[in-house]
């Protein structure tokens, strides 16, 4: 459990809600491609993970962007957020292409499995969002 605190720790400038997303992003991607490599090879749960990567890089990358002050101005927030998630969308879409154009032995469903998995776990955050303290960043 400690190391899980450091990891937290180390994603200080995050709102909490994102640090337990990341943090349980990468339990469940790296838990997941641990099975799936025993359960059938080696480059399935490598193929997992490139899934879920993506999202965790864009996440980790958009969230400041979104978090920015915008002195209770909605037309900001509303920019910020946009902008955030443009950031986001075109890094999964060059990593993504990356992971295709130089891993040869990527496994599509795997692949995808680890996206959407990536995915329900963002959402499942932000169905959470409301309960976020703006002041204190909880």
């Known amino acids: 459990m400690d190391e899980l605190q450091e990891v937290t720790k180390k994603l200080s400038f995050l709102p909490l809600i994102y640090k337990k997303m990341i943090v349980r992003q990468l339990v469940f991607g790296a838990s997941g491609a641990i099975a799936l490599g ?3 090879d080696i480059h399935a749960g490598i193929s997992l993970l490139a899934g879920v990567m993506p999202v965790v890089i864009g996440v980790l990358v958009a969230s400041p962007i979104a978090n920015k002050k915008n002195n209770d101005n909605p037309g900001g927030i509303v920019i910020n957020a946009l902008k955030a998630e443009a950031v986001k969308i075109f890094l999964i879409l060059a990593l993504m ?3 295709f154009k130089f891993y040869n032995d990527l496994v599509p469903m795997a692949l995808v499995v680890g996206l959407v998995m990536a995915a329900l776990i ?3 955050a932000i169905s959470h969002i409301d309960n976020i303290k703006i002041d204190n960043k909880e």
């Open 97 to 99: 292409w990356l992971e």
């Open 122 to 124: 963002s959402g499942i």
């Open 38 to 40: 025993i359960l059938f």
